[in-house]
């Protein structure tokens, strides 16, 4: 790479999504890259997938050690077809795989490892390429890019995540009950918020938006704005 084109990775505005499991992060990261024509961190995928990895190989999930040199050399790639993102490790497509929810649970206990966490932040910073970046996770605004332009909390009831949560695995052919979903949904935010590294809080130059009320395009339409008044 020239010292040109490290210079405009170096200075790729990036817009930070962070929130709960369920506010909606994804699909407002994809859908805002989209319009912006900007590159995708899909961050948990991350954590996912290292969590997968190390059930693969039959890891104990508090061996720190063990965990964090499976992040440490992950052999993995996303790719792009049809606009949907792929997630392929050791060359297998396991993008069905890393979302059950016993992977789910998987990754937030991964996630609160510290050497983890330090495997796989220069893999994210990796991601920041011009023209710009849309990165959600956890701690895109507080801790993978502090100096992000635009940074935003997303947030929502957690019953309202767990209905939206449960309209999507309907939508999927799967039935678990709501108030399984919602424990679940319970469990994981006291995890991401109150591990020692990284928990999940809003930046303290984030816009926090709570999206119990507002629809997809709403939320798009916020964040879009806020886009316009900070990178221009
Ligand atoms: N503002 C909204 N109103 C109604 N439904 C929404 C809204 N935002 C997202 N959803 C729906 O909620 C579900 C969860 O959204 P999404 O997967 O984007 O959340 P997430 O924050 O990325 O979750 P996770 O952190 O667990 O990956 C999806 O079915 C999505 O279509
Ligand atoms: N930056 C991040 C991204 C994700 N995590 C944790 C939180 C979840 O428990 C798990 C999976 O994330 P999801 O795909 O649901 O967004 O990974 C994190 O700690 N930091």
């Given at each position: 790479?020239?010292?040109?084109?490290?210079?405009?990775?170096?200075?790729?505005?990036?817009?930070?999504?962070?929130?709960?499991?369920?506010?909606?992060?994804?699909?407002?990261?994809?859908?805002?890259?989209?319009?912006l024509g900007f590159a995708l961190l899909d961050s948990g995928a991350l954590y996912r997938l290292t969590a997968l990895a190390a059930l693969n190989a039959g890891a104990d999930l508090d061996d720190a050690e063990k965990v964090a040199r499976i992040a440490a050399?992950?052999?993995?790639?996303?790719?792009?077809?049809?606009?949907?993102?792929?997630?392929?490790?050791?060359?297998?497509?396991?993008?069905?795989?890393?979302r059950m929810e016993r992977v789910s649970m998987a990754a937030s206990k991964v996630a609160a490892i510290p050497e983890v966490?330090?495997?796989?932040?220069?893999?994210?910073?990796?991601?920041?390429?011009?023209?710009?970046?849309?990165a959600d996770g956890?701690?895109?605004?507080?801790?993978?890019?502090?100096?992000?332009?635009?940074?935003?909390?997303l947030t929502a009831s957690a019953e309202e995540r767990a209905r939206r949560r449960h309209a999507q695995l309907q939508g999927r052919g799967v039935s678990v009950s709501l108030r399984d979903l919602l424990e679940d949904?319970?469990?994981?935010?006291?995890?991401?918020?109150?591990?020692?590294?990284?928990?999940?809080?809003?930046?303290?130059d984030a816009v926090v938006l709570d999206s119990t009320e507002i629809d997809i395009q709403g939320v798009l339409q916020?964040?879009?704005?806020?886009?316009?008044?900070?990178?221009g």
């Open positions: 790479m020239t010292e040109t084109e490290n210079f405009q990775t170096d200075q790729a505005p990036v817009v930070t999504i962070d929130g709960p499991s369920g506010s909606g992060k994804g699909t407002i990261a994809k859908l805002v890259a989209d319009r050399n992950l052999d993995i790639r996303f790719a792009i077809a049809d606009a949907e993102v792929s997630a392929i490790l050791d060359g297998v497509d396991v993008s069905q795989d890393i966490r330090d495997a796989l932040l220069q893999r994210q910073r990796d991601f920041r390429t011009a023209p710009g970046l849309v956890r701690d895109m605004g507080t801790t993978v890019f502090p100096d992000a332009p635009v940074k935003i909390f949904i319970r469990a994981r935010d006291d995890r991401d918020m109150n591990r020692a590294t990284s928990p999940l809080a809003p930046a303290e916020r964040v879009l704005d806020l886009v316009q008044q900070r990178i």
